[in-house]
């Protein structure tokens, strides 16, 4: 048996896919009027390769791979599989859809991630802010249906399709969970690589003849590790490693005593979470949509955070868990970050001028707890979105209001036998995404007799939280690929103080309570009973026994309950749906007088910031809880507040790079070169004076003149041929029975095109004219910094003309020499051809 030990295995690389012919990924969606099916592009506009697409792929070619080694042998009488077979449902996970039958066992996940394939990131930078560029990167291709009858196209079946040109190598990360033991990560691993082999087609119509590609890992020598697989299964003495029933991680800590010496008191680590790309956070199933929430719950963050801890020390995972478990390590809701500020859920509370279109428009805002309604004016409540908001000596400033991006993407399961979405694998279905680029903050808080403990081991250990991570749902592919920043923690300010008497509470997440019965309660009288609980004194709602009247506020309560159906990633199942008090809501307490002395508001106040802390209600540890008491956008007037607008907008155009040399580069541009052309050309010929220039007015010269023309141009293939229609022009003029068919000094005019090579390019304005260097009769008379200064401003110009059609740093010299032909042909050619429906839409009496 061959042991080759230069092999390395690696469990993070990256393959490089070649797409050797045009593909279509397609978003199943169209442009009405224009073309029926357009490609999936990513946030920056560009063609990409779903993760989703290839995983599908690479298993098909994967399995095609195990079929041959298999030879029909069969290990598994359950699954008829053979080694191979179960070795790939191993390493891509197995496919509950299309089992027969109840499933017994949860279903395997991966060991395989795969991430989309995207432009290489130089390109992609260049064509940021280019979106001529960017269109070219596609055509639209005609398709029709034939009829199997006859072999005729069908009517009415016409389409237009977008299709990508080929050329161009993408590149996709993955990842591989290894096995433990040895011999198999190599068989694992040599299987991966082996089945690149068999990854030739990717994508639409790739029987067609599109999609055709080539695809091998980076750093990886393939044919060494197709040597080695032969070998190793040719070996006398072979026995194939048993493959793990599931590849998980599993948790050997049990629930222990605490750590002795607990203190009242936490530290608090902050984090900054970047969505790389977007972000499934199931909220609810609707049909065959699967909706997302508007931010990431502390439920996905934990796992992300023990996990950490864990690997850092697996000593700690004891201590860790009890932590969890008796909520003495909290992580908060991650809610979209405003400039560099955590953002929180708009507090129902606030009301904004229905026709002044409430925060969203910076109109005026109020505060139901403490402004007056105006009598004229119609409020409307503000619900959904975040905001943040400043706290200048005791005072908020107007709240800075912004919502999270969502997207929609729509994905299918193709089913084997017919190679196309069916019922049965359960068709389509759509994915709605936090977007990509979408910022979060979030906090870790811990006791500090964890926090000590951990930090026994490794100084500056909150770094260890950062770094990239996945969390939500589809997180091995397309999804929830995330980059983790840890913070500098500013000076916390707490809001809980009780010398008015009153407490507004402001629920920053989710609280779930449960009544006598322990049955889920969205009432707030089990609320105010909670807090009562912590604090040690009677609460009632504020107002509650007083007269309504125009000088008091009426409202001491605005909330709204919320519900989570939550989701079992593995068996891909719903779990029991979470019902609780929503984020948002609002509550006003008064503590009856007489009732509150120096030592209880001195206790009342260190209570509230405990709870402010470690929230209140269940499943504190995942974020659920958390409130805020007295914040000043709850305890202060509003309606007196005004936006103040920083305008931080640069005058500074942003034009993207020039790349070097690039193959892939010049095959776009030249698209966008040869587009823009005929762009110029058509109104060109539109433009009586363009016919004008190059001879043409009523009748003269006649058609079969013009038809010899554009056949003498249309021999030229570059500026260096231009001598021999020069020729042709100078033989015409010698015969004076066809020089007479021309008007006077219009061969002349042509002449230019052919002597001057710049002009067609001047004409078409893709080329400025360089100044003028004039001599004022002596040396001395000559400014050269002047001179040198209009030449730098020529560039200049001259670089922005073409900027929004060039992509490497020769590009525009070598396309204007690579289609100078092709630039005079078509600006003669639409000449000729506007002349004539000119001379045909004329009646015979004129």
Not at 180 to 187: D, G, I, T
Not at 558 to 563: A, E, K, M, Y
Request: glycine share 6%; hydrophobic share 35%; proline share 4%.
């Amino acid at each position: 048996m061959t042991n080759n030990s230069s092999l390395e295995i690696k469990s993070d690389f990256r393959i490089a896919i070649t797409m050797d012919s045009d593909w279509h990924i397609g978003s199943g969606t169209g442009r009405r009027g224009d073309i029926d099916r357009l490609v999936k592009r990513d946030r920056n506009g560009l063609p990409y390769l779903p993760a989703k697409t290839i995983t599908g792929i690479w298993r098909d070619a994967c399995e095609l791979l195990a079929t041959g080694l298999d030879e029909g042998t069969v290990i598994d009488e359950d699954t008829k599989k053979g080694y191979f077979s179960q070795l790939v449902d191993y390493l891509f996970g197995d496919q509950p859809a299309l089992a027969e039958g109840a499933i017994a066992t949860s279903p395997r996940e991966a060991a395989l991630s795969v991430r989309a394939a995207h432009f290489p990131e130089a390109l992609s930078n260049a064509l940021k802010d280019k979106p001529i560029l960017k269109e070219a990167i596609s055509f639209v291709k005609v398709g029709v249906t034939i009829d199997v009858n006859n072999g005729c196209a069908i009517e009415d079946n016409l389409r237009f399709e977008e299709v990508v040109r080929g050329g161009i190598t993408l590149t996709s990360d993955c990842q591989l969970k290894l096995p433990v033991e040895s011999e198999l990560q190599k068989l694992c691993f040599a299987l991966i690589v082996a089945s690149t082999k068999f990854f030739e087609k990717i994508g639409g119509k790739r029987r067609r003849g599109n999609g055709h590609c080539s695809v091998k890992i980076e750093s990886v020598p393939i044919d060494e590790w197709i040597t080695w697989l032969g070998e190793y299964l040719s070996s006398d003495q072979l026995s194939l490693p048993k493959i793990p029933e599931l590849n998980i991680d599993k948790n050997e800590s049990q629930e222990g005593d605490l750590i002795k010496g607990k203190e009242n008191s936490w530290q608090t680590i902050r984090l900054q979470i970047e969505a790389i790309s977007p972000i499934v956070i199931s909220q609810r199933t609707v049909g065959n949509v699967v909706e997302t929430l508007d931010y990431i719950p502390g439920t996905h963050l934990l796992r992300m955070v023990r996990r950490q801890l864990v690997k850092h020390n697996p000593e700690l995972a004891l201590s860790i868990d009890t932590a969890i478990a008796h909520n003495d390590m909290v992580v908060t809701n991650a809610t979209i970050a405003i400039g560099d500020r955590q953002s929180y859920p708009t507090p129902f509370i606030l009301a904004g001028e229905k026709m002044g279109g409430g925060i969203a428009k910076s109109a005026k805002i109020y505060n139901r707890f403490a402004d007056q309604s105006p009598k004229d004016i119609q409020l409307k409540s503000e619900r959904g979105g975040y905001l943040a908001c400043a706290i200048a000596d005791g005072k908020p400033t107007y709240p800075i209001y912004q919502t999270v991006g969502i997207t929609a993407e729509t994905h299918n399961i193709v089913e084997d036998a017919v190679q196309r979405p069916t019922e049965k694998t359960g068709g389509v279905y759509t994915y709605e995404a936090i977007a990509a680029g979408t910022v979060f903050q979030a906090e870790v808080r811990l006791h500090k007799h964890i926090a000590n403990s951990i930090a026994q081991t490794q100084d500056r250990w909150q770094k260890i939280l950062g770094g990239e991570t996945a969390i939500g749902q589809s997180k091995k592919d397309d999804y929830g690929r995330v980059s983790v920043t840890v913070l500098e923690l500013e000076n916390q300010i707490s809001f809980s103080s009780t010398t008015a008497n009153t407490l507004a509470v402001w629920l920053l997440s989710d609280v779930l309570l449960r009544d006598e019965r322990l049955r889920p309660t969205t009432d707030p009288e089990y609320l105010r009973a909670e807090i009562q609980k912590h604090l040690g004194i009677e609460l009632k709602l504020f107002d509650s026994d007083k007269p309504k009247s125009q000088e008091e506020s009426s409202i001491s309560l605005l909330t709204r309950s919320h519900r989570i159906d939550s989701w079992q990633v593995r068996w891909q199942k719903p779990r029991p749906s979470l019902v609780g008090i929503g984020a948002g809501s609002c509550l006003h307490f008064e503590i009856p007088s007489g009732v509150v002395t120096e030592e209880k508001i001195r206790k009342m106040k260190k209570s509230l910031t405990e709870i402010e802390r470690s929230g209140i209600g269940e499943r504190r540890a995942e974020g659920y809880g958390q409130v805020c008491f007295n914040h000043p956008l709850l305890s202060q007037p509003l309606s007196e507040l005004k936006l103040t607008k920083t305008d931080n907008i640069s005058d500074v155009e942003s034009v993207s790079p020039l790349i070097p040399e690039h193959p892939y580069a010049r095959t776009i541009e030249r698209a966008a070169w040869q587009k823009a052309i005929q762009q110029k050309v058509l109104a060109k010929a539109e433009d009586r004076k363009t016919l004008l220039y190059i001879g043409v007015e009523k009748d003269k010269p006649r058609m079969s003149q013009l038809g010899a023309l554009r056949s003498v141009l249309s021999n030229l293939q570059s500026f260096s041929d231009a001598p021999q229609a020069i020729r042709w022009l100078n033989h015409l003029e010698e015969r004076r029975n066809r020089c007479e068919k021309w008007h006077p000094e219009s061969l002349e005019k042509i002449k230019k095109y052919l002597t001057k090579e710049n002009l067609i390019w001047i004409d078409l304005e893709l080329y400025i004219a360089p100044p003028s260097k004039t001599e004022t009769g002596t040396s001395a008379d000559f400014d050269k910094e002047k001179w040198a200064e209009e030449l730098r401003k020529w560039a200049e110009e001259l670089r922005k003309l073409v900027a929004p059609i060039t992509l490497t740093e020769t590009g525009a010299d070598i396309l204007k020499q690579e289609l100078w032909a092709e630039a005079l042909y078509a600006l003669v050619d639409a000449c000729i051809r506007a002349h004539k429906r000119e001379l045909e839409s004329k009646s015979p009496q004129e």
